[in-house]
């Protein structure tokens, strides 16, 4: 399941033990980007020659993940989380909406 990147689900998932994010770019023709990039969040360092497909790179989660939370124009980011992952995430954001 894909969510958009914001400051709350990459603290999260720092929270969570993840460290690094697969990553895969591509183009795409909305009105509100050009680029798209995916991220797919890992705990264990990514081997460059042994990524999965269709992720061609890997970055850090602490340092370009930042980069891309704030405003990249014409960029769309979304993060692929396990079915898990995204349901203990929407409790959480829920839960301190609520409070």
Request: net charge positive; glycine share 4%.
């Amino acid at each position: 399941m894909k969510t958009l990147l914001t400051p709350r689900l990459l603290g999260y998932l720092i929270k969570k033990g993840y460290r690094f994010f697969l990553s895969q770019t591509t183009c795409i023709d909305q009105a509100d980007a050009y680029v798209g990039i995916t991220l797919k969040p890992v705990k264990k360092h990514p081997l460059l020659q042994k990524l999965p497909k269709p992720f061609s790179a890997y970055c850090s989660i602490f340092y370009q993940p930042f980069q891309k939370v704030s405003d990249m124009a014409n960029t769309k980011v979304l993060v692929e989380l396990n079915a898990r992952d995204l349901e203990n995430f929407k409790n959480i954001s829920n839960l301190s909406t609520i409070q």
